[in-house]
């Protein structure tokens, strides 16, 4: 098919904070230098006009944007420092912060809140606000963002990246042409930057390709669920407490979390290792479970549920960071693993890893050199900042957790005394999906019955009733974006090896098994996908891939 070509100059794949504080920070660089050119303060020649395009593969700016906002406004603060009178939308600051130990009946309100989980001078937000505002920012200084352009495939000359292809439109289920099909766009750019968020189409083609993660440590995940609820009541916004305990055992790393906002909302949810044992441990049931708890019932008493939704975190930390540049490649964000597992927060790294990259592709423009080794100069001012800082100091906090909790808190404690070293450095990591245990070796009986939740349809609900509340809408007639490469290994091995993980860790419904109980087959619902990516990291055969769908599918988050 021919294909529609579009050029520009720089282009970044994904709208969340990384991307578009990245592309408005160069757009700032870019400005003060031809302004400073024309003064004469400067010498040289001015850079004309390049053209700068963010895209996003959500139906709207923000749609895909889901995240426990707590957010440290360093990285905000130092980003509008060329802005005058730009403030991002918080919602409040945080005027309450606590850790809760949480049994299955009594809560424990901890004497002292340990230093990661401080949260004064920070703020309460929603990160769809917040990539909003900041969209609205980039178009106001000349940057294009177009949604529904989901990118599926980097395109390359020799071993340089070129760019990126955009999905088909108008192909039936089957593969077939519909009256309306459109072929793909390819956008050419001199350097394209991936800030598509944890566990990236286009990110794994760079890592595969150019051996990002050669020397690198596996990269771990976690399972964030999350629902937005109208209080029946008048709270105090800012508050921000976390929990640990029930409903988990010792085993599993994770812990709940609750915060705050105006107009008496309540944004809660719950973080679940993906590099758990047990082949069941379902992380939307175990959240509906954490709402049963006294503590967060009281809360929710009398509420309305408004929302909901799920994502991975990336929570390796610094060992497990890919090699964030190639020849015409930049990596962001949560993509390139920026992100604090021990606070618990990413948004403010990702502003800074877009600040970063921004200055270095300036620099590539300037020079016209758009190889790797300029761009190389990302990781140099990465490795000077404070972002490597921070994560420098919690290299080695997640690893310490795959070992059980109290192993964890123990080395952990080590960490923080030792800046991040503890007894081993670098603390060994294990893929998360290697540490799921065979069905009849964890339960060690065959007899054993699936928990089965009731669910009340007022405080707990079943995963379809919470993809209704995620908005989530796909075109049904249009080929399945998550692919599985050997059906028979889910229809017969993992059955009797697993009992087929995949309908217990996917929190949307998507994967259900059919049919007699001796002749299960595997249903895919793909239409419910919240593009939480869960299955594409945790399937213990990795034979899930997970693609983008047509423009625009997906979840559509509010008040997130």
Known sequence: MEREKLEVDVLFVGAGPASLASALHLSRLIREHNEAVESGAKSGGKLSDPTLLVIEKGREIGSHALSGAVIDPRAFDELLEGFDGEEPP???????????????????????TPPPLKNHG???????????????????????????????????????????????????????PKPNVEPGMDVLAKLTVLGEGPRGTLTLQAERRFRLNEGRHPQIYALGVKEIWRAARKIQPGVVYHTLGFPLGTQEFGGGFVYTMKDNLINLGFVVGLDYENPRLDGHQIFQQFKTHPFIREMLKGG?????????IPEGGY???????????LIVGDSGGFMNAQRLKGIHLAVKSGMLAAETLFEALLQEDYSQVVLQSYADRFERSWAKKELWKVRNFRQAFQRG??????????QFLTNGRGIKDPFPTLPGHTQMKPFKEYFRETDVKPEKMVFDGQLTFDKLTDVYYSNTAHEEDQPCHLKILDFDICNNRCSNEYGNPCQH?????????????????????FSNCVHCKTCDIMDPYQII???????????????M
């Open 505 to 525: 860790f996917c929190p949307a419904h998507v994967y259900e098994m059919v049919g007699q109980d001796n002749q299960l087959r595997l249903q895919l619902n």
């Open 319 to 329: 060992y497990s960071m890919p090699r964030v540049y190639a020849d015409g490649l």
């Open 405 to 414: 909790f109290w192993s964890g808190m123990f080395h952990a404690g080590l």
């Open 304 to 312: 309305e549920v408004l929302s909901y939704g799920a994502k991975a």
């Open 90 to 112: 918080y919602d409040s600051p945080v005027d309450d912060d606590a850790l809760y130990i949480l049994s299955k009946n009594k809560s424990f309100r901890s004497p002292v």
């Open 122 to 176: 920070y703020y309460v937000a929603s990160l769809g606000k917040i990539v909003k505002w900041l969209a609205a920012l980039c178009e106001k200084n000349g940057i294009d963002v177009f949604p529904e352009f989901p990118a599926v495939e980097l395109l390359y000359e020799g071993d340089s990246v070129v760019g990126v292809r955009m999905g088909d439109k108008g192909i039936d289920k089957n593969g077939n």
């Open 545 to 559: 891939v997970w693609t983008p769908p047509e423009g625009g599918g997906g979840p559509d988050y509010k008040n």
